[in-house]
């Protein structure tokens, strides 16, 4: 028996909690460090810009909602919660639950994971969530793995959220970090097969802040546009399905009116064959561009809803797009 499971990915583009958030939800460093950008970002509009990210993510999966979403720049699990209950009132058939990794990153932003505990669980009575940090001078977000298991045959199934660091300072300046970004990827990913067996079933998936051909992915992450190559390989390589899309003239992200594929899945040997017990459904990824979420003008890109010192559009959602692709599983 086969079960379809919906994986997506969304950065959600500041998801803070509100300017006056309890210290319990945030901490005396986060407030200094993002004092004037919060400065009137109420509960209204926190609340509105939950409102219009949940009014998407329900519209995924044929409305049916995703699987599985991993999800970053959100600031704790208290706005997590409310992206959930927002959820639940437009999918009442769902009933999410969250792993979130709480990070180091400056601004307080981390990577998430929320999940159908119908179709996947996270077990309790062993290691199945692991934050890998990222070296680099100032804090930046962790690598969070998830040692999920399949309702479908009960398979660990090691799934890493990233958010790799930015380009701020310009790309070349910054590539040393994504770099190293790259190489904890790829460390784990082996980790995973030395404990778990050559056959366990590795996805990362997030926004990887460079493109499939960049230096980050291809040598450091070891990812290749090759499926047999992956297939084949000694090493531990990772399929990466985004490069069909390299050849769309659109994107996942804009920078400067130029489209950037920066939102990435990466599978490996044991997702990318027809016999796989979990398999990837490579034809079945796709840039989730609702029809709402896309800015007017000449250029196609995301409409964000802004905040956090830029400009504020309550009719907006992202500076992203999400991306989606099927995974089957059998027993």
Not at 92 to 119: E, K, Q, S
Request: hydrophobic fraction near 40%.
């Amino acid at each position: 028996m086969a079960t379809t499971v919906y994986v997506a990915w969304w950065n959600l583009e500041n998801l803070f909690d509100e300017e006056n958030a309890p210290p319990e939800r945030r901490t005396e460093k986060v407030a200094r460090a993002i004092e004037k950008d919060i400065k009137g970002w109420t509960p209204a509009l926190r609340d509105r810009k939950v409102a219009q990210l949940a009014s998407v993510i329900a519209q995924m999966n044929a409305g049916a909602g995703p699987d599985l979403l991993g999800v970053c720049e959100v600031e704790n699990r208290f706005v997590l919660e409310l992206l959930v209950a927002r959820l639940q009132q437009l999918l009442p058939g769902r009933n999410y639950a969250i792993v979130h990794a709480d990070t180091d990153d400056a601004r307080g932003i981390d990577v998430a994971f929320l999940y159908d505990p119908a179709l996947l669980t996270v077990p309790t009575d062993e290691e199945s969530v692991f934050f890998h940090v990222v070296m680099r001078r100032n804090a930046t977000r962790e690598i969070v793995q998830v040692n999920f298991r399949t309702v479908a045959g009960g398979r660990t199934w090691a799934v890493f959220g990233n958010h790799w660091p930015s380009r701020s300072g310009g790309q070349a300046e910054s590539a040393g970090y994504r770099a190293i970004a790259g190489e904890t990827l790829s460390y784990f990913h082996q980790r995973v097969l030395e404990i778990h067996g050559p056959d366990t079933p590795v996805l990362a998936m997030g926004d990887f802040n460079d493109e499939p051909f960049d230096p980050s992915l291809t040598l450091h992450a070891l990812s290749t546009r090759q499926q047999r190559k992956v297939v084949r390989a000694r090493i531990p390589l990772l399929w990466n399905l985004m490069w069909p899309r390299m050849g769309e003239p659109e994107g996942t992200f804009y920078y400067d009116e130029t489209p950037n594929q920066l939102d990435q899945f990466l599978v490996n040997k044991a997702m990318a064959t027809q016999d796989s017990r979990l398999r990837v459904e490579a034809d079945t990824v796709e840039i989730l561009r609702f029809p709402e979420t896309v800015a007017a003008g000449v250029y196609p890109a995301p409409r964000p809803f802004g905040g956090m010192g830029k400009k504020i559009d309550q009719d907006g959602y992202s500076d992203h797009f999400p991306i989606g692709v099927r995974v089957t599983a059998t027993d």
